[in-house]
């Protein structure tokens, strides 16, 4: 099989990589320089040196952020000394608990900068609010809800603010909720491939296809064609007898179909095999995805909207709508990434140069729509990419309301339920710290979350059951899985790279399942 990057494929790297390339390669496959270089430049403050919040620290600290502190102002008691594996035992106990996990934090990347604050969040949400919003992202771990919500409403005043990350955990439960005013996203590594365009050919491509003679060729040449290539071919001859229309009813589709399987000369042909299950895009018409044909449509690519706004990415989008609203086909940009195929070396960097020649052509068609100025680099990816952007626009912490809150248990009530019972245990620990948590209390204070109207499904009482175990004990397999999970979503933010959760996601480790409401 071919290569999918045939650059990269033919193009021999003389120089050996240096210290930083060899201790984040795998990384680097994930999200590239620019993602890595997003991470080096990243600032981020975690509130709590609890066993949850380290371990999130770890799985960002390894992959080489470029700051972190932590705003602790507790001291380590011997039950932190029992489950965070970033505290030093015994050796610990009596210390603050930011100095302690920073100290061995550090240790893990000596590269990553790392500091510990011992102020009370309160007194620096009244006294010094910039320098919270001086981070790129602010994770929060089982925050008292009154603060909590301080904290939100701060960091939602200004979209320029940091994101927040709500984490919640009980015992074998836990859920998070990422805070974010606007997220673009152009690099979402969608599993969508850009559109190969072969019912709408380029002028180059469809000559090609035309000039072959396969039935001279030799065999090993004819098993080499790519799928591409006959399909193009093929396609074409169809509409000169078809009133220049594809095959449109199902006897056509099928009819076309053998044509395609009638033109092996040996049935391992497996070109041939491939272009009889691709077959599909002769008829289905290649359009501007309805995802981003929605985003044509945002009030952020208004003329005033765009003086007013400074993002590439609003700007990059508004030239993208001309683009394709102006060209002959009225699709995206044609890319010149092609997928794996049946083909020989020869004739896969001639398609690929057909592609490149013409995606190049193109691009420098996009790039006339500009109206601010982009550097290359950035216009490249969002060319690449311009089938799978993103636009997220978030809402606030804790703005799920009783109504959606039914609807969730309606449609997830397993979720829901989990929801309300870690809701209802940071309100009762607010409100009453140095009382025991009870199942009454708990169902007392999830009915007037939900209503007395709402029923309650059966699942209730067993995430109830398990808040009132644990109700404030930390285990260590529940923080390492989420360390992962919310080291991946903070990254994604981060990076601008991937698509982060929405809404509320739940978690449960006792079924092992997660499910996300309010989304």
Not at 187 to 198: A, G, K, Q
Not at 282 to 308: H, N, Q
Request: charge should be negative; glycine fraction near 4%; aromatic fraction near 6%.
């Amino acid at each position: 099989m071919a290569s999918q990057d045939i650059e990269s494929a033919t193009t021999a790297l003389q120089a050996q990589p240096d210290n930083k390339a060899r201790r984040y390669d795998r990384q680097l496959r994930l999200w590239a320089a620019t993602g890595q270089s997003a991470l080096e430049s990243s600032r981020v403050l975690v509130l709590s040196g609890s066993a949850t919040s380290t371990s999130i620290l770890k799985n960002l600290v390894l992959p080489g952020i470029g700051h972190f502190t932590i705003l602790d102002h507790a001291t380590t008691s011997h039950a932190d000394a029992g489950n965070n594996f970033f505290l030093e035992g015994l050796e610990s106990v009596g210390k603050p608990r930011a100095s302690e996990a920073v100290r061995l934090l550090r240790e893990l990347n000596d590269s990553v900068d790392g500091h510990a604050d011992t102020r009370q969040l309160r007194s620096v949400i009244e006294s010094n609010p910039d320098w919270l919003a001086s981070f790129t992202v602010v994770i929060a771990h089982n925050l008292d809800s009154q603060i909590l919500a301080k904290l939100s409403s701060l960091l939602w005043e200004h979209p320029s603010h940091p994101t927040l990350i709500v984490v919640r955990s009980a015992g074998f439960l836990a859920e998070f909720f990422i805070q974010v005013h606007e997220h673009t996203i152009i690099e979402s590594h969608s599993e969508t491939p850009p559109s190969l365009r072969i019912d709408k050919s380029f002028p180059a491509l469809k000559e090609h296809a035309l000039s072959l003679d396969f039935a001279s060729m030799d065999p090993t040449e004819h098993g080499h064609i790519p799928y591409v290539v006959i399909l193009v071919r093929l396609l074409e001859d169809w509409k000169r007898s078809h009133d220049g229309n594809p095959p449109r009813t199902y006897s056509e589709r099928q009819e076309f179909k053998k044509s395609i399987l009638a033109l092996k000369v040996k049935p391992d042909e497996e070109n041939f095999d491939e272009a009889e299950a691709q077959a599909y895009r002769c008829w289905t018409e290649t359009t501007v995805p309805p995802e981003i044909a929605s985003l044509f449509d945002d009030p952020a690519i208004s003329p005033e909207a765009l003086r007013e706004n400074p993002s590439p990415f609003f700007h990059l989008l508004a030239a993208l709508k001309e683009f394709t609203d102006q060209s002959e086909t009225h699709t995206l940009p044609l890319t010149s990434t092609l997928p794996d195929m049946k083909a020989d070396t020869s004739n896969y960097i001639h398609l690929q140069k057909l592609y490149k020649t013409r995606a190049d052509e193109e691009k420098h068609a996009f790039k006339s729509h500009l109206r601010a100025p982009v550097d290359d680099a950035t216009i490249d990816l969002f060319v690449k990419n311009a089938h799978a952007l993103c636009v997220i626009r978030g809402t606030r912490w804790d703005t799920l309301d009783r109504a959606a809150l039914v609807n969730a248990l309606a449609e997830n009530p397993k979720a829901a339920c989990l929801h309300l019972a870690l809701s209802a245990l940071s309100t009762l620990k607010d409100q009453s710290p140095d009382s025991p948590i009870s199942t009454e209390a708990l169902l007392k204070q999830v009915r007037s979350i939900i209503g007395d109207e709402a029923e309650l499904p059966e699942c209730l009482d067993d995430f109830i059951g398990e808040v009132v175990r644990a109700p404030s004990a930390e285990l260590q397999t529940t923080a390492a899985f989420l360390g992962g999970m919310i080291a991946q979503e903070t990254i994604k933010i981060i990076t601008k790279q991937y698509v982060p959760v929405r809404g509320y996601c739940t978690i449960d480790l006792i079924e092992t399942w997660t499910a996300v409401i309010g989304s």
